[in-house]
């Protein structure tokens, strides 16, 4: 298939497909006449990367998942370097969640306080 037709299939862009080719996630086998040629093969990964950015990673973050995909391996995830990545990302939204939690105890605390100089109570 063509870019457009990747791009329409995947619910994307030619410029997204373009971008990730140009950062390496997609390679894309060239016709003689120059068109660029997708397979299915090609929608996986397009799949994969759509998946991986919708719930926060980075484009970087999800070259692991692409070459254990290129590798032959039915699911992204299958790969010791996916697991990794998998494995820092829930560290980092840990991280993200202990700090929202400080945040919303200094707020509540800071709303006692003002509640109690207002004489309203808690």
């Known amino acids: 298939m ?3 037709e990747l791009a329409s299939t995947a619910g994307t862009t ?7 080719e140009e950062r390496g996630l997609l390679d894309a086998p060239r016709r003689t006449n120059g068109y660029r040629d997708y397979d ?7 799949r994969e990367i759509q998946t991986l950015r919708e719930i926060g990673f980075a484009l970087e973050d999800t070259r692991p998942f692409v070459d254990c995909l290129r590798a032959g ?7 010791p370097d996916a697991i990794a990545v998998y494995r820092r990302k829930i ?13 919303r105890d200094e707020l509540r605390a ?13």
């Open 14 to 20: 030619t410029k997204a497909l373009r971008y990730y």
């Open 40 to 46: 299915e093969s090609h929608l996986r990964v397009v």
């Open 2 to 4: 063509r870019i457009g």
């Open 110 to 122: 800071k709303l006692a306080d003002a509640r109690m100089r207002r004489g309203e109570g808690n």
């Open 73 to 79: 391996y039915e699911e992204g995830d299958s790969c």
């Open 91 to 103: 560290a980092e939204v840990e991280a993200y969640l202990a700090q929202l939690n400080v945040v």
